[in-house]
Structures are given as C-alpha cells and as structure tokens.
C-alpha cells in the first residue's frame, strides 16, 4: 500500500485526479497557513507592543480606505485563482471519458453491492481493471448512502429513485477500502467495501467467468463451514449478530443452531435450516422476542449456496 | 455620566419578590437572565452527550455502548446544541438584556409577546427533550429524508419540539426588529448604533426569513411520516435531496444567526479594552449585512456529494467565495482597532483574542469545503466536524463567553475575579484546540462522520481528541464556579466597570426595573473613549 | 401593552410615548409577521414549481379531478369577505362601532362559507380514494406522479384552511370587543391587525387558485 | 419617556379607506378572478401559467396597496414585505438550478430506459441481472 501523502495528511495517492486533488488541497494549505500565522502574528505584536502599561495614550484612528481596500481585493483575488483551480480540476472529476467500463453499485442497509455487465454481482468486493476509465452507476435500495473511496478522492451520495455517477482510473493493482460517507442507520460505519483493482488482463479472465466472484481469494475448494464464516463478515451477518455470547443490535449466533427460541408473539420455535433460511429472506417474519425488528432483507443478494455455508459456519458455533 | 446613586437599593432583581413574579415578568432583563440559565441548562446536557460520543470513540468497536445507542448519542447532542442552545444563546440572553438599554428604550416593543416566546421556547425544548424517555431519536439533527421517514425513533416528537421552538426565534425576531426601529433614544441615529445592535439586527432579519422555511420543512416531515405525503419519499415518487434543499435553505443562514451576534459581541470587546474606537465602523456594518445577504444564496455547498446538479454546485461554490472575503475584512478590521490601542487583558478580552484565533482557523478551513474539487473528499468527513465547530463553538461559544465576561457585572451587579477566568479561557482554549485539530486531520485521512466503528490507523488521533474535550469540559466547569460564587459574594460592581461608551453603561449596575431613571441622550459615537475615564 | 380602561378611553403602554407611537409599532410588528408568513408558505410554491416543471404530465391529469367552479366560488367567498373586512376596519377607524360589528361578523360568516365548502371538495375527493400519496387509492391513473400533485394540493389548500381557521379565531376575538365598544377613532389597533391579517389570507388563496385548479 | 430619534418614522396620517374606492377594488377583483378563468380556458400552451400567475399578481397588487393600505404605509413596511418576495425567488430559482439541472438523475428518461428502470419506487424493484 502506497504511504499516505503531504506529511501523512492525505490518503495515497492512486489515481491521476488524486494528484490533481491533492496539489489544489496543498496549494489551499499554503494560504491558509500564511494567512493564519499573519492574523495571530499581527495579534499577539499587537497584543504585547501596545498593552496598556507600554503604550497608555491609543491614537485615534477611525478609518484607512487604501487598506481597506487592500485587504478586501487580495483575499478577492486569491480565492478567485482557488475558485478557477478548483474548477478546472473539478471538471475532469465529474464528466467521466465516453470509454468508461461502466459498473452498477447499489447501496443497501450496511451493504454495497455491484452489478457488472456481464451479469455478475459480487457484495463489498469491488473488481475493476487497472490503467482504464471506471464509471459507477449508483443508487440505492432504502435511505441515503454514500460511496467514498478515500484514495481514490471520489464520493458520491447513492439516492433512492434516482442516479448518480462518480468514476475513477486507477493507475495500478492494489486494494483500497470503501467507506459509506452518508448516515445510514444503526450499522453505518460497518458498511465497508473493498476496490480490487486488477491487472487488465487478470480482470478479463475474471470477467469471464473463471475465478468465482463469491469465492474467497484462495480459490476452490475451502470447507463449507470456513465459506460461511467469511460469508457473514462479508455481508456484515457479525455486525450485528456476535459470536461470542454478548447481545448486540440481534441476538448471538453463539449456541443459537438448534436452540429453542422465544419470539416476540411469544411462541417458541426450534432455530433450524428452515428458521436461518426464512430469516435470512424475511428477518421481520419471526423476530426473537426483546429485539427491534431492523434487520432488512437479504432476498437477491445472498445465493443459496450461500445460506447453505452460513448455515453450515452456524453448526460449528456451539 | 453615570447614575449609579439614585438606583441604588431598588433593581430589577429586587422590583419584585418570588418565583411568580420572575414566571410572569415582562422586564425584558428577567426574561434576559431566565433564557441564560434555561440556554446554559441544555448546554449542560448537549455537553454530557458530547463527552459521552467522545468516551465511545476513544478506542475502535464496542468502547461502552452499541451502535443504535451511539446513534442516539450524537443526534442528541447535534438537536440540543444547535435547536435549543446556540441558536437562542446569545440573541434571546444578550439581545434581551442589552439591546433595550444599547437603544435606551425602556423595554422591547411587545414585551407580552417576549414572555411568550420565552415559553415558546420552553415548552419545543421540553417536547423535544421529553423523547429521551421515549424511544429516542437516531437520525442526526439533520433528518434527511428517507432515514428520518423510516426511523421507528420518536422523531414526530421532536420534529414537533423544534418547530415550536422556531417561532419563538421568531417572536423575539420580530420584537427586536420594531425595537430597532421605533423606540431609539433620543439623539441615537443608525450610524451611532453600537456594531451589537447592527449584527443583532441582521441575525433577526435572517431569523424572520429562514425560521419560517425551518417550520415548514419540519412541518412536511412529519405529515410524511404521518399522512405519507411523498415529497421527499422516493418509495412515493418524491426526491430526499429536494428535502437537502428546504433544509439547508434555513440551516446555512442559521449558522449566520449563530456567529454573527458573536461579532457582535466582539465588535463590542475589543473596542474597549484597546480604548479605541472601532476600525472601519461603516465597512464593519456594512460586512455584517454583507453575510447577511449572501446567507441566503450558498446553502448547497453542503450538497456538492450529494447527487446535485453541477450547475448548481458551480454556482454555490462562486458565490460561497465571498463569505470568504467579508468575514476577511472583519478580522483584519478587529486587528487593526487593537493597532496603537491600549490594550488590557481583562477576561473579555482574553476570549474575544481567543475568538480571532479559533475563529480564524474556522473560516480559513472553509476555503478547503467551498472548492468543490476538495470538497468531495473532504465532506461528510471528520475535516468538516472540526470545520463547523471550530466556526460554531469557537465562534458563538467563545463568542458568547466574551459577552458574559463583559456584561457579568451589569447582569448581576457583582464583578468576578480575573484569575480564575484566566485559567478557565487558556483551560477551554487548550482543550478546545486538542479536541478539534486532530480530526482535521483524521477528516483528511478520510475517517467519515457519524462513525461508530473507525478503522485502528485513526485511534491515536481519536483519543487525542477525547482527552481534549474533557478539558473543555473542565475548563467550563471552573468558569460556571467562579462565576457562580462571584454571583452570591462576588465584589459589588460600578456602573461602568470598563469604561465603554454604550448606553447601558450609563445606569446602575445591576440596572433599576425602568433601565434609565433619566432618559439617555445620545450625542457622541458608541466607541468614542474620549470623555470617559477608566 | 395595552392597558385598556373601563369607559373605553385607551391607554397606552408605558414604554410608548403616545398611541400614535404604539399604533406604529403594532403595525410594523404585524407587517413583519406577514414577512414570516410569506415565508412560512414558500417552500411550497417551491415544491409546486420543482414538480409542476418535472411532472407536467401529472399536473394535467390530476387537475380534471378538481372542480374549478367550487374553488372560484371560494374565490369570490373570500373576495367578499376581504370587502367585509375591509369595511369593518374603515368603520372602526370612524368609530362607528355598529359597522364594524356587521363587517366582522360577515366576514366571519364568509370565512365559514369558504369552509363548508372545503368541506365538500374533501369529502368528495377521498370519498374517491384522492387523497395524499401514502394512501392515493383511485384507479385508473396513468402518471405515476399523479398522487404527488394531490399531496401538493392537499397540503397546500390544507396550510391555507388552518390560516383560516386561525383568522376566524381572532376575528372572534376582535368581534367580542367590538361588541362591547372597545374600538374607536383613536384607538383601533386590534381591528386593523386582524385586518391586515385576514387580507394576507385572502391574498394567498389568490394565488392558490390559479395553480391548482387551472392547470392550462 | 422614550422617543424616537427621527419624528418621521412615527407621524403618517392614517389611512382610511373610503368605501366608494372598497367596492372599486371589490369589483375590480371579481372582475380579475372572471378573467383568470376566462384566460384558462384559451390553451396558449407554455404562456398560460405566466398568464394565470400575471392576473394573480394584478389582484394581489389590488388587495396589498388598498385593502391593507401598502400603499399608503410607511416605506420600511414596503420594503420588509416586497423584499421577502426576492428571498422566495432566490429560494426557486436556486433550487431549480439543481433539480431541473441533473443530466444523471430521476427526470432523464432516456438514462432511466438504458438501465431497466429505477432500483426503486413505483417501477418494479430491479431484478438481478442475468445469472445470479
């Protein structure tokens, strides 16, 4: 991973627009830590040359309009130049080229999740191909989130009923996280991502077909229950159920497969594949009793495979 | 000059006897000192919520609540501090108390309608409080649209709390206004109106003309959630960021109703303890009325993320720009009454000095989020929490302390001692800047806001921040302690103190019930030293 | 305030210097509440403006189910009523008491009028299943956003009815000293208040009409 | 005692509307709400709103001036009341400058066809695409 930029004050630097972003964020610094230390320095002269017991008698001065002036066109024109720079920099962020590779990304309560032309959808792990232009399509399933790649200096607010478009090129392989930047509910900061950026040519072979976009990265043939254990920390399952006992936001999944539980009509029901798989697709159809009925709906995003590995990770967690 | 001798024994604070007679007052000064202890009392609360946000992200994950409690935790502190505490702090404790006496008027316009708004105010903060007991709220004290439609929070409630309390900034706005205008003194023309009464004046004209646009919004909200409107649901055909709009419509210019009566105030201090007039008296007012005007035309700055069309983000970033010149001109104006003065460093001034420095930082950090190039990255980070507190606590907060160093002595009729106030300004300053630089740069890194859960490389900048706010948090606990202490045996206070040249200077400390037993003739400038002596 | 004595000679408030003063006052404080009021009512004309320039389409369709005939006889009901008004304001101001107590009360009566019928127009809307989007109930409708402009017209005629409502409290109020011979040439102020008041009412169903229910 | 500084603001005489120029303006009104219907009824396409909102604008100038005697008032209530349409103003056409302004957004149709229609809202939910 690249290190952080401008004396740790930047993310790294991954894309060409970055660079562009970062000179403008200096070139602001500059300024401003100029103009700081002209305002306390006057300040603190000022202060300490005409205290009281130094200079008892103050001059009567009311007015001077030649430094009025100065001091109104200078700042005038420096945040002018910043305005300009700022634009220019701003248009290459916001037109995305004609020949972007074009991505869907759909925010949903505490998961991104991203549609590729090729039919393919992967959650939290967004593959994209290094040294080209990358267009997101974004929108969103619920409420408002946002889709912030802190390295890529992009952000974008992914609405309801609506799209919005941000796009990068990122310049080599590499990983880099994903934040969701807009209040989201109770998992909001549990909402991560990951950007894969890949050779072009590996991402070509990945494109059609050959690696699984679900499996882990370490190929084919992992046992069931370890599948399912990475399955829940990627579609967030530990954020809010925990394994070691303690109740968080949903109950543990610790001792919780074949466990009698009361709901919040106060029926019992034994917790079995039937139970999991219904509410992994209707979490509001039985809720256990003393919880709020939060979780949303995974219909679409999990495949059965893959309730079949959490099911199987859930066994091993007596 | 001064009258002190014939309002001796008899003042407001003693006009009249008990509890009923304060609930009942229409004396524009109990109302003043009623709204400062009721504004301080949620400050306290809003205080305790903040420290409990900090105390949950001093350490990554689970530190001592869960998420939805942690959610609670910061749409608490957002609602209470900005609806209840530092919209009505200074206009409805200063502008009540002082702005009759800056006029030399008797009382407010309609001092009826001041109780009112007083109550007004009581009753939206108690409502909105009252949901605590109820199930909360957890959708920041913006409520954008669809989260705060879904949320199972009581969020009715305090949507209905806050669009009380709305217009009782509005009431006191209207009051101050005909105020103003009808009932100056003899002899005080505009162009000799003290710089507090003109900030107070463009904070009331932007409160009479957003607040409304704030009831409306919160009005809308809640017949979505309850008749199901669908002007901001998308499930309905509406769109949430026509909702952005109607909300920072009001809440941009609510920040100017927030700093602007804090330039007031420093617009005051600063003459006076460098006993020269004010720099520039008719481009300082003009300036004011300058931020009042473009308050109105840049709120989608903070939309520049949000799906907003880049016309329009073009052409809030151009106009944002000039925000960035006029309040340029204030500070150096400030900087140069303080040339050639003779300055002393009573408390006041110790926090008006404080304010240049905290609110310098403020603006210049505004450069960064005004740019929409820089902005992208930098919004809804940590850079712009550090960017609007240290604009909103280092600038109405500090602000406000400047003004209730100054007018102590005329409020209680007692003065406090100067060390301790010392200590407690560099305590609060300190622990201020501890709290609040560091999540620049966790904001820059890239931390979101509003995170429960950090990634571990912003640990060490997170815990610098905790320990910081708890030194704010002392700092204000030292001042409430001397200032309380002076109010019961503090030393018996002069009528002018410091020397200033204001009108409410001119009447016994603390002032009779009728505020001037002589009606004041105004006949010089309101920073003119010349015939006073300190 | 206004500390009014027994026989009807006003005095007024100590912090004044005359009544002429006061009267002044009350008039820009009431000038200023209208200020806020227009305010108060323009974030949707703002919402009209953004969904009519949207969702043309909705607009036209769902202004056939309004009956133009009943929103221009509420028109002319509060054209009247604003006459009514203004009658019984220049008759106070003439101390002639008896006027006023007419013009009040029938404006009160029109006020009514322009209720009763709302009443009508509502009834018969959600008896149709109109009503606002959440629980938009009536077939047949081709524009998705068709329900949006109901909600906008259900909110906005709705904020206007509690304006009314609130104008017909205070001309109660004002109606009840009028009675009791309060009002006079030199003192008025409630009067032209509730005046100023009612006539910005008036001003906003003007405006009402002509967007919802013509849509060219 | 306290007295205002410039005697101006205080002193107006104060206006009493004669009952003659009420029913001028009263009819003037029924005249303006016949000839807004009137004006609906004539399909000019894109002029018959500026029309509508025109005839409004004529009767609301009517009932301002006379019936609340704007005209007659002192200035500063003119400028507080007229001034608060400017801010309304600001408030339309900013707003608009966003919302009718999006080329990526809910009202481009021709982008909304490209991707099978919104995620969301009255359109059917999206269905994955191809396998899933």
């Known amino acids: 991973m690249a290190e952080h930029t401008f004396f740790g004050l930047l993310p790294p630097q991954a894309t060409e627009i970055a660079k562009g972003v970062d000179d403008l964020f200096i070139f602001i610094t500059a300024i401003s830590v100029f103009f700081f230390l002209l305002v306390i320095g006057l300040m603190l002269s000022f202060a300490r040359k005409y205290r009281a017991e130094k200079n008892p008698v103050p001059t009567d ?17 420096i ?8 634009f220019i920099v701003y248009k290459d962020m916001s037109a995305a080229p004609g020949s972007a590779y074009e991505i869907r990304a ?11 032309d090729h039919g393919a959808s992967t959650v939290g ?9 990358v267009k997101i399509i974004l929108t969103s399933d619920d409420v408002l989130h946002s889709l912030f790649i802190p390295d890529f200096r992009v952000k974008k607010d992914a609405v309801p009923g609506m799209y919005t478009s941000l796009w990068f090129r990122a310049d080599e392989p590499g990983e880099h996280v994903i934040y969701c930047a807009e209040y989201c509910g109770t998992n909001h900061s549990g909402m991560l991502g990951k950007v894969i950026v890949m050779e072009p040519g590996k991402f070509e072979e990945w494109r059609s077909g050959k690696l699984d976009a679900t499996a882990t990265s370490n190929g084919e043939n992992v046992p069931l229950d370890i599948q399912g254990k990475a399955l829940t920390e990627k579609f967030g399952c530990v954020a809010c159920h925990s394994t070691n006992g303690s109740v968080m936001v949903g109950p543990s999944f610790k001792g919780l497969y074949g466990k009698t539980e009361t709901l919040s009509d106060n029926s019992k029901i034994v917790v079995d594949d039937a139970y999991i798989r219904e509410s992994i697709i209707e979490p509001q159809a039985k809720v256990v009793l003393g919880f709020d009925p939060v979780m949303a709906t995974y219909k679409g995003l999990v495949k059965e495979e893959d309730i079949n590995a959490i099911i199987a990770y859930l066994q091993t967690l007596k | 000059m001064t009258q002190s001798g014939a309002a001796h024994g008899d003042n407001y604070l003693n006009h009249e006897k008990g509890i009923k007679s304060w609930l009942t007052t229409v004396d524009h000064k109990r109302i003043g000192v009623m709204y400062l202890f009721t504004v301080l009392a949620f400050f306290l609360v809003g205080g305790i919520f903040a420290l409990l946000v900090r105390l949950e992200l001093f350490s990554p994950g689970h530190t001592i609540v869960g998420p939805q409690t942690y959610n609670q935790f910061f749409s608490y502190h957002g609602t209470i501090m900005v609806f209840m505490v530092i919209i009505p702090l200074i206009p409805s404790t200063f502008g009540n108390f002082i702005l009759p006496m800056h006029l030399g008027a008797k009382d407010v316009a309609f001092p009826r309608l001041n109780l009112l708004s007083y109550y007004l105010y009581i009753g939206g903060a108690f409502l909105a409080a009252s949901t605590m007991a109820f199930k909360g709220i957890d959708s920041g004290w913006t409520f954008y649209a669809p989260l705060s439609l879904q949320s199972r929070a009581s969020t009715t409630l305090v949507l209905t709390g806050a669009f009380i309390m709305g217009f009782s900034g509005i009431i006191t706005a209207l009051n101050f206004i005909t105020t103003t205008h009808k009932l100056r003194a003899k002899g005080l023309t505009w162009d000799r109106l003290p710089l507090f009464i003109w900030a107070m004046y463009a904070t009331n004209i932007i409160q009479i003309l957003a607040t409304p646009v704030l009831a409306l919004t919160l009005l809308l909200l809640v017949a979505e959630r309850v008749l199901g409107i669908g002007f901001f649901d998308p499930t309905l055909g509406g769109d949430p960021v026509l909702f952005q709009h109607f909300f920072w419509f009001y809440s941009h210019p609510a920040v100017y109703i927030m700093i602007l009566p804090a330039m007031g105030i420093i617009n005051e201090v600063i003459p006076v303890f460098s006993r020269k007039t004010i720099f520039s008296y008719k481009a300082m007012a003009a300036a004011i009325f300058g931020i009042a005007i473009v308050a109105f035309v840049v709120w989608g700055h903070h939309m520049f993320a949000s799906g907003q069309s880049d016309t329009a983000s073009f052409l809030f970033s151009l106009i944002t720009k ?16 303080m040339y050639k003065g003779s300055i002393r460093f009573n408390a006041p001034m110790l926090w008006a000095m404080a304010f240049i420095f905290v609110f310098t930082v403020g603006g210049l950090t ?4 005004s740019t929409i190039a820089t902005d992208i990255h930098l919004t809804d980070t940590y850079f712009v929490v550090a960017h609007f507190h240290y604009t909103m606590v280092g600038g109405a907060i500090t602000g406000f302390m400047a003004g209730i160093h100054y007018w102590f002595p005329k409020i209680f009729g007692k003065m406090y001692k100067e060390g301790p106030a010392a200590v407690a300004c560099a305590l609060v300053f300190i622990g201020f800047n501890l709290t609040f630089f560091p999540q620049f740069i966790a904001g820059s890194r890239g931390m979101p806001r509003r995170y429960y859960d950090y990634a571990p490389e912003f640990t060490y900048l997170n815990q610098l921040s ?10 204000f606990v030292v001042t409430a302690i001397y200032l309380f202490q002076a109010m019961r045996n503090g030393a018996k206070a002069p009528a002018n103190p410091w020397g200033s040249a204001t009108l409410e200077w001119r009447t016994a400390s603390p002032p009779p019930h009728d505020n001037f037993s002589t009606d004041p003739v105004v006949t010089a400038g309101p920073y003119d030293y010349s015939s006073i002596k300190v | 305030m206004a500390e009014v004595a027994v026989h009807g000679h006003h005095h007024h408030a100590h912090h004044f210097e005359s009544s002429e003063h006061e009267f002044v006052s009350c008039k820009q404080g009431m000038w200023l509440f209208l200020l806020q009021e227009v305010l108060f009512f323009s974030p949707l004309f703002v919402a009209y403006a953004i969904f009519r320039s949207l969702y043309p389409g909705a607009f036209m369709e769902g202004h056939q189910y309004l009956d133009w005939r009943m929103g221009g006889l509420n028109t002319l009901v509060l054209i009247s009523s604003s006459l009514s008004m203004a009658l019984a304001v220049s008759g ?32 018969h809307k959600l008896h149709l299943g109109i009503s606002t989007a959440g629980f938009f109930s009536l077939p047949g409708i081709h524009d998705p956003k068709t329900p949006l402009f109901f909600s906008l017209y259900f909110v906005m005629t709705g904020l206007h009815g509690i304006h009314v409502i609130g104008g017909m409290i205070a001309i109660i109020w004002v109606l009840r000293r009028a009675r009791r011979n309060e009002f006079n040439a030199q003192y008025n102020t409630p009067v032209e208040m509730v005046g100023l008041y009612w006539h910005f009412v008036d001003l906003v169903w003007i405006y009402l009409f002509p967007m919802l229910y013509l849509v060219g | 005692m306290g007295h205002s500084a410039d005697p101006g603001s205080t002193k107006h005489e104060h206006f009493i509307l004669p009952d003659k120029l009420a029913f001028k303006i009263f009819f003037l009104l029924i005249v303006g709400t016949i000839l807004t219907v009137a004006a609906a009824q004539i399909h000019i396409g894109i002029f018959n709103f500026p029309l509508a909102m025109l005839i409004a604008s004529i009767k609301a100038y009517l009932v301002m001036s006379y019936f609340m005697g704007l005209k007659f008032d002192l200035l500063e209530n003119k400028i507080y009341f007229l001034g608060s349409l400017l801010f309304v103003l600001i408030f339309i056409v900013l707003t608009a400058s966003d919302l009718l302004f999006r080329e990526v957004g809910s009202n481009n149709p021709d982008f909304i066809r490209k991707f099978e229609g919104p995620t969301s809202g009255l359109v059917a939910p999206v269905e994955p695409v191809g396998h899933e």
């Open chain 3, 92 to 123: 106070a101001q003439r101390s002639q008491t008896k006027r006023t107590v007419i013009g009040l009360s029938l404006t009160l009566f029109f006020a009514l009028c322009f209720l009763v019928v709302k009443y009508f127009e509502y009834s």
């Open chain 1, 106 to 116: 759909i925010g949903k309560q505490w998961l991104w999740k991203f549609q590729y």
């Open chain 1, 125 to 133: 792990e967004l593959y994209v191909p290094a040294r080209q232009p």
């Open chain 2, 322 to 337: 000039l925000v960035g010149v006029a309040t340029g001109i204030k500070v150096f104006a400030w900087l140069a009454t």
């Open chain 2, 366 to 369: 505004g450069i960064y989020l």
């Open chain 2, 466 to 475: 905790t320990i910081g706010s708890f030194m704010v948090a002392i700092g």
């Open chain 1, 61 to 77: 001065i009311h007015e001077n309009l030649p430094l009025e002036i100065l001091w109104t066109a200078i700042p005038t024109l």
């Open chain 1, 79 to 86: 945040l002018g130049v910043i305005f300009v720079w700022g």
